[in-house]
C-alpha cells in the first residue's frame, strides 16, 4: 500500500500548486512563431550546436517574442539563451549543495 503523505508534504503541495496556477502561461501565436524556433535550430547548427530538444527552441522564441526571462536548469536551453540568436534571458537554478 503507498504511503500517505504528511501533513506538511500536503500543505508544500497545495501551496506550489497554488503557485503554478498563478503563473501567465503563454501560447504560440501562430505558426510564424513555430517557423522562427525551426530557423533557430538551424542556425544553431551551423554554428555547430546541438540542440537535443526542439522545444527549446519554441520555449527561447515564445519568450523572445513576449519579453520573458526563462527559468531553467536545461543545459541546452541556457546554449541557445546564451547564444544570441535569441534575445531572450535566462534566469538561472541554483540548488543548494546536497548533503
Avoid at 496556477?21 to 501562430?30: D, F, K, P, Q, V
Avoid at 555547430?48 to 519579453?67: F, K, P, Q
Avoid at 527559468?71 to 531572450?88: F, H, I, N, P, W
Wanted: glycine residues 4%; charged residues 25%.
Amino acid at each position: 500500500m503507498p504511503e500517505r503523505p504528511r501533513a506538511d508534504q500536503t500543505d508544500v503541495s497545495a501551496e506550489l500548486l497554488a503557485l503554478f496556477r498563478a503563473l501567465t502561461y503563454l501560447e504560440a501565436s501562430g505558426i510564424d512563431l513555430h517557423l522562427r524556433a525551426a530557423d533557430l535550430y538551424r542556425t544553431l547548427r551551423r554554428q555547430g550546436h546541438t540542440v537535443r530538444s526542439t522545444i527549446d527552441c519554441l520555449i527561447a522564441v515564445l519568450a523572445e517574442e513576449n519579453g520573458c526571462t526563462v527559468l531553467a536548469r536545461d543545459r541546452d536551453l541556457t546554449m541557445l539563451l546564451d547564444s544570441g540568436s535569441v534575445k531572450a534571458r535566462l534566469l538561472p537554478v541554483e540548488l543548494p549543495p546536497s548533503e
